[in-house]
Structures are given as C-alpha cells and as structure tokens.
C-alpha cells in the first residue's frame, strides 16, 4: 500500500498554527479593536463582538491543551520507567545519527531521509541527542543535516519544542544545512539553512573566530 503524498513541512506547519492560532488571534483583536475605536455601538451589536472575542478565546484555549498533549504525551510514557529490548534497538538507530566530530568541537545530527511521523518519534530521536550530549557534560557546535528530512504536521509542535530545547541548553550555535538538490529547499529557499556541508563546517569556524573558540 503506497504512502499518501505528505505537504511540505514548511506548508504544512503554516496551515496548522493559521488554523488554530493565527486566525482566532486575528478575529479577537478586530473585535477588540472596533470595540475600542466605535464607543456608541450599541448593545446588541457591542454583544456581537464581545461574542465573537469569547468563541475565538475558546478555539485558542482549545489549539493550547492540544500543543501541551502533543508535546508532552510521550514525555510521560518515558517517566512510567518502563523499557524492552525493541526500544533499545529503536535508541540505537537514533544514535548511529548522532556522531562526535571532536576536531571541529561539533556534533553531528543526521535527520537525512528520515520521517519524523508523530511526536512520539521526535520525543524518542531527542531523548538520544540529549542523553549523548549530557553523557560528555558539556555544550557542543551542532551541525544537523536536514537533507530530505520529512517532518508531518502532527510532529511539528514537539519538533519545534525539543529543537529549541537543545539550541538553548546544549548548544554553543546550531548549524543546519540541507544538500542544493532538494526539491523543498530549492522551492521555498531558507536563509538559515545552508546549501552543504561544506558550507556548514565554513560557517561553523566562523561562529568559532567570533567567539574566540
């Protein structure tokens, strides 16, 4: 049974936070505003705004409960203590992604031609990249390869999440690149994502001379 074709990430991701936080922020401060600026409504239609204002309150409340359930569902799966030998092996693969690079003060993350489906796998891929990075008790240059990496909409809260985790916490600078013949990238070029490797290492030195290593 073939896989059904997948939005791009950056597609994807852009739809989702419309839906469920762009827009409902959009409706409440216009109703917010002609409330502000048209002082002489009168009743019923100032109720008709403040109406309005209070239902896309709750769409909001509702799109927060889901982003904490998605990111946080498999953090207390983890905490129960519970293991198999099949999670074991799923840990192993995450880690043979995750590579020392001592002579550059890097690590190197390998998201290349990976499907990052649920939230779950995100949560399980990260466990590894922070339990590798806290094993040398120390903060490393990251440098990650997005090369066709697929990241669905369910997974993107939690992505996003753990991402920013690890650059905050554990990170001297993160570096992301992604090889010149991915369709995504040559469609919707990314500044912040570099067109190679080589490119990533260069830059890489750079934040080092900046930093005086």
Same mark, same amino acid.
């Given at each position: 049974?073939? $896989? ?5 990430? $950056? +597609?994807?991701?852009?739809t989702k936070v419309e839906e469920e936080f762009?827009?409902?922020? $959009? ?26 204002? +209070? ?31 099949? /999670? ?12 020392? +690079? ?7 993350? /390998? ?7 649920s939230s779950d796998i995100v949560n399980e891929?990260?466990d590894v990249i922070d339990g590798m990075i806290? /094993? ?64 990533? +290492? ?12």
């Open positions: 049974m073939s $896989t059904p074709p997948q939005k791009p990430a $950056t +597609l994807a991701l852009k762009v827009s409902p922020l $959009t409706a409440v401060r216009g109703a917010l505003e002609i409330l502000r600026d048209f002082p002489d409504l009168d009743d019923k239609e100032r109720q008709r705004f403040i109406n309005t204002a +209070l239902q896309e309150c709750a769409r909001l409340e509702k799109g927060v409960e889901q982003l904490a359930n998605t990111v946080y569902a498999a953090g207390q799966r983890s905490q129960s203590g519970q293991s198999s030998n099949s /999670d074991s092996a799923v840990a192993g693969a995450y880690a043979g992604r995750v590579h020392i +690079l001592h002579d550059i003060d890097a690590i190197e993350i /390998d998201f290349s031609e990976f499907e990052f489906s891929f990260y806290e /094993d040398t008790g120390r903060k490393w240059y990251l440098l990650v390869n997005y090369r066709n990496c697929s990241i669905w909409p369910e997974a993107w809260v939690a992505f996003a999440h753990r991402g920013k985790k690890v650059n905050a916490n554990q990170s001297k600078g993160t570096v992301r690149f992604i090889m010149p013949d991915n369709s995504d990238q040559a469609a919707n070029p990314d500044p912040n994502v570099l067109e190679s490797r080589e490119l990533a +290492l260069a830059k890489i030195e750079e934040m080092k001379s900046v930093k005086g290593r």
